[in-house]
């Protein structure tokens, strides 16, 4: 890992030297997902926004496919200050600031619009404001989609239809808890061993979003879709302090502006995202399955009751998102 980071380092060092430009404040951002991706093509419209409104004063040179190393290792750039910018998940920012743990709760948003509404509110701006202690400040959030469960051989309609079932999650301690809470057995693995284990019966299912669902061909082994939609984890774009606190007054509103504006239009690029998936899916013979939430959202209340136990100090947050 150290020899990647360096290596990653010296290309940029080089780079920077390339591109260099008296009238132009490059900015480096690198993430991990392909070009495809409507998160990448979010990025993207970061970049356009950024060079409109600086009337060209400031870019953005993008390294996407995991270019510059892992989502950790671009978080470790980010904080020595060799890259500007990036994107990761709000629960793996969960292990730097506390509060993003929220953002994980099973059921906890009641529909999209609830999600959005606390995410670009008072609330969700706090969130990313909190992890400047860390030297990486929140830019805005990226729909991420909301995890379902998908199954081989048995339909789940109701939370009993999970006894029994071995489904993976990620090793996420509240993916577990919330499984098992519902009755099935939670069985951390690793995404890319997913299509077999699956194929061969190692598990019987697992959870995730219609685009992840289709492009990892779960679906050619997964014939069940329960869209009982129980979390949504946000992405969020960050920016390193050390780079945030180069910038001039104004730079600051035009970066910050044009996260807000891209932000906007990832939302759209994921939404047609979700519809091709849907389509291949069902085109493929998958039964798509509208459960009633209440009832899985009922079963697995333990879940932030034991969260809400363990994090006393959340419980404010939690009661706001509730009652917004």
């Known amino acids: ?12 060092i080089i780079l920077q030297g390339c591109d260099k430009k008296d ?28 060079i409109k409104k600086s009337g060209g004063k400031m870019d953005v040179k993008v ?47 009641r529909n999209k619009q609830h999600q959005f509404d606390v995410l670009e509110g008072e609330i969700g701006k706090s969130i990313l404001e909190k992890g400047s202690k860390f030297w990486l400040r929140g830019l805005c959030y990226y729909d991420a989609g909301s995890r379902s469960f998908y199954t081989s051989k048995k339909a789940i309609r109701t939370p009993d239809d999970l006894k029994g079932l071995k489904i993976r999650v990620m090793n996420n301690q509240m993916a577990i808890n919330m499984v098992n809470s519902l009755g099935g057995s939670a069985t951390p693995m690793s995404f890319g061993e997913l299509y077999t284990a699956i194929q061969q019966g190692v598990v019987d299912g697992a959870e995730n979003n219609p685009p992840s669902f289709v492009s990892s061909n779960h679906y050619e082994v997964s014939k069940y879709y329960t869209l009982d939609q129980h979390s949504s984890v946000p992405d969020v774009l960050l920016i390193g302090t050390k780079y945030w606190d180069t910038l001039s007054d104004k730079e600051k509103v035009w970066v910050q502006e044009a996260a807000d504006e891209s932000a906007q239009a990832e939302k759209v690029f994921w939404n047609d ?43 404010e947050i939690i009661n706001k998102i509730k009652n917004q």
């Open 23 to 50: 009238d132009v404040k490059m900015m480096y951002l690198a993430h991990t997902l392909p070009q495809t991706h409507p998160v990448h093509k979010g990025i993207l419209e970061f970049k356009k926004a950024l």
């Open 273 to 315: 995202s979700v519809k091709e998936s849907m389509e291949i899916a069902k085109k493929a013979g998958v039964e798509i399955i509208i459960p009633e939430k209440a009832l899985f959202q009922e079963k697995s209340k333990s879940v932030l009751e034991s969260f809400e136990k363990e994090h006393p100090e959340m419980s």
């Open 63 to 109: 390294f996407p496919d995991g270019q510059l190393g892992s989502e950790r290792e671009v978080l470790e750039l980010l904080q020595i200050g060799s890259v500007a910018v990036t994107k990761v998940s709000a629960a793996t920012l969960s292990n730097f600031v506390p509060e993003y743990h929220v953002l994980g709760i099973p059921y906890l948003f």
């Open 1 to 12: 890992m150290i020899n990647r980071l360096f290596c990653a380092i010296f290309l940029l």
